[in-house]
């Protein structure tokens, strides 16, 4: 199989109707290191991309001025994904670098990453790179409370960008922030109109990108640290809340890795996001791991801890679960190491 960190990387902008995906996207464009892209959009979104943007178009095919390519999805995504795939291996197209996917306002976007990870063509040429969920300052917390595709949306995030904060004011931007945090706890959280818009820290930087994990781990940390340890259960959102759990001393690898396929094969459409720096007992740097509901990025090895906190942690965005089972059953996973079948009379029921 190819190896993971050369799959082409694809990112995904999600948003709730008007929150500002598509000016978003349009920006990034702009950049001179994004010409070697290519982006997907739904035709049946609420806001096409400007106009000026594009150069000239053939079918479903549009040729960006700055020379991105972007193509409408007029089927499903697998075929969309391969069909451009075909293009480009046949010359019909520029041999894009990275994939953007704009998803419809409504849209879940938690098939599409699922699609990326698990299709059995795609996961030989893609790989899920960074989600950016953006969320309008001003209409945001309505939208969380009231809309539960806004708040699939903030919760598989990988990027929190908040637009329009010029519009808000102060109050309303740290209220919306703390439903954010709730939501998330491991995103980093961006304000689009606090300068400069840096396209590095939206797009690049994944766990797969070699110069951007040690960001990655940094952001991550940043979040729980800004969250605090304790359980949100007071205020879920549609049944959405993120925890993190911390355990001492080394893990055993083969433990948890049957484990969490226990409690992914069972609970899986209730785990929307799970990441972790896990301290595996033989290896001397920290394993990172990354999934989305059933299915787990392969493993990845950091070239060392990002602290001096050699403890193993794992971020957890559930819906309609609660927190204490999730952490019983690891705990509990963890005395019961010597058999198989001990382990397995520990798992979730």
Known sequence: MTAYDTLIPVNVVTGFLGSGKTTLLSQLLKSPDLQDSAVLINEFGEVGLDHHLIEHAQESTLLMENGCLCCAIRGD???????????????????FRRLVIETSGLADPTPIAYTILADPILQHHFRLGNVIGVVDA??????????????KQAAIADRLAISKSAMADDREIAALRASLRRLNTA??????????????????GDLYDQSGKQREIAGWMAGVAETGSSPHNHDHSHGVTSFCL????PMDWTAFGIWMSMLLNRHGDRILRI????????????????????????????TDWPDDDRRSRIVFIIQHMDQARIEASLTAFRRLTDTTECAADAAMG
């Open 187 to 204: 995103a980093p959280i961006v304000d689009l109109d606090a300068g400069r818009l840096d396209w590095d820290t939206l797009l690049t």
């Open 138 to 151: 001003v209409n945001g917390a309505a939208q969380l409370e009231h809309h539960p595709e806004s708040v």
């Open 77 to 95: 995504l697998q075929g969309a994904l391969q069909e451009l795939f075909s293009q480009r291996e046949r010359g019909e197209i520029p041999a």
């Open 246 to 249: 911390w355990f001492e001393g």
């Open 275 to 302: 990441k972790g720096l896990l301290n595996v007992a033989g290896v001397a740097d920290p394993v990172l791991i990354n999934g989305v509901q059933h299915i787990v990025h392969p493993p990845t090895h950091m």
